[in-house]
């Protein structure tokens, strides 16, 4: 917003609301800014924007991430969403194919997937659908490895620790974040090859992601909420789709693999050389582990490839609008 001319406590004031994971208070926090009459709303996630559109009918409203807004009954249409609100589309249920294959790739004689996901939230379901479809398309075991609370996601562990061998798809949301270490630590501790929908699964440890770029989405919600402060109405504007994709990838270790200490530190050594080897980047953007390198959308092995190569750094997306109000 500061690039797009707004100053902070100057032209622009900005109020952030926090349910941290727990559903049940998004309608409190959606009652609270329609009390406040404030000017916009900007939320993210399925089950807040749902919440916000049900509780502010004429305040603005624009989602920076949502995985399939028609089917979730958030908008009529992409080309014209309708009443006040609009916004980006992960475009999620489309890349739960590419997802697999990156991960089959992998691992191509596992014949078995299963997708880690919060079996409450109607966004997913449509994401885990698809992967079912494009598990059953490759002639590879599919496995709804669902949960709605911890004691759930407690079981749903050792269900998995059960089917092995077998591939890992975790999916973005607001209860796998709040989960993000038990999942890591597990996936670990029994070296399943995972894919993950958010790259800062990677950057605490995991071993590859495959989605949207964040930081592109949010920089264009911010140009939807400059041109609704100016005047344009939500229901006119198209909702957008991602036009950059990120694909990061844990860098293998310096260590042979012989010289592993675990079995999952061997596996993941393994892994990450096979993905190195096997999965043509294209034009995504491709970062290779906390400190490794990325040219022009393909991997470079050295670090002096050019003045354009530069090592990931773990990054926390900010944004300034109006009102900012999530879920997660």
Request: charged share 15%; net charge negative; glycine share 8%.
């Given at each position: 917003m500061r690039e797009l001319g707004y100053v902070e406590?100057?032209?622009?004031?900005?109020?952030?609301?926090?349910?941290?994971?727990?559903?049940?208070?998004?309608?409190?926090?959606?009652?609270?800014?329609?009390?406040?009459?404030?000017?916009?709303?900007?939320?993210?996630?399925?089950?807040?924007?749902?919440?916000?559109?049900?509780?502010?009918?004429?305040?603005?409203?624009?989602?920076?991430?949502?995985?399939?807004?028609?089917?979730?009954?958030?908008?009529?249409?992409?080309?014209?969403?309708?009443?006040?609100?609009?916004?980006?589309?992960?475009?999620?249920?489309?890349?739960?194919?590419?997802?697999?294959?990156?991960?089959?790739?992998?691992?191509?004689?596992?014949?078995?997937?299963?997708?880690?996901?919060?079996?409450?939230?109607?966004?997913?379901a449509l994401r885990v659908r698809e992967t079912r479809a494009a598990a059953e398309q490759s002639r590879v075991v599919f496995f709804d490895a669902g949960a709605r609370n911890l004691d759930e996601l407690t079981a749903m562990f050792g269900e998995l620790a059960k089917r092995q061998p077998l591939v890992l798809v975790v999916t973005a949301e607001p209860f796998t974040a709040e989960h993000r270490s038990r999942i890591l630590d597990f996936v670990a501790g029994h070296a399943i090859p995972a894919m993950y929908e958010d790259g800062r699964y990677v950057e605490a440890g995991g071993l590859i992601s495959y989605g949207p770029s964040v930081r592109d989405l949010f920089n264009r919600s911010a140009q939807l909420v400059d041109k609704i402060l100016k005047g344009a109405n939500p229901a006119n504007l198209p909702v957008e789709q991602p036009t950059k994709f990120e694909s990061i990838i844990t860098k293998p270790p310096r260590r042979s693999a012989s010289r592993c200490r675990t079995r999952s530190s061997c596996a993941q050594t393994s892994w990450s050389n096979s993905l190195h080897e096997a999965i043509p980047l294209g034009r995504s953007a491709v970062k290779v582990g906390p400190d490794a390198s990325h040219l022009d959308g393909r991997y470079c092995p050295s670090r002096s490839c050019s003045n354009s190569t530069r090592s990931l750094r773990p990054r926390r997306v900010s944004f300034r609008s109006r009102v900012r109000f999530r879920a997660d």
């Open positions: 406590g100057h032209t622009v004031e900005t109020e952030y609301l926090f349910a941290d994971g727990h559903f049940d208070r998004l309608p409190d926090l959606a009652a609270n800014l329609v009390e406040h009459k404030v000017d916009l709303i900007v939320t993210t996630s399925t089950s807040a924007i749902i919440v916000a559109k049900r509780a502010a009918e004429k305040i603005p409203i624009i989602f920076a991430a949502s995985s399939d807004p028609i089917s979730t009954g958030v908008v009529a249409s992409l080309a014209h969403p309708g009443g006040n609100i609009t916004g980006l589309s992960l475009m999620a249920v489309d890349l739960s194919a590419k997802r697999l294959g990156l991960i089959h790739t992998l691992v191509p004689r596992v014949g078995q997937v299963a997708v880690l996901w919060d079996s409450s939230n109607p966004g997913m």
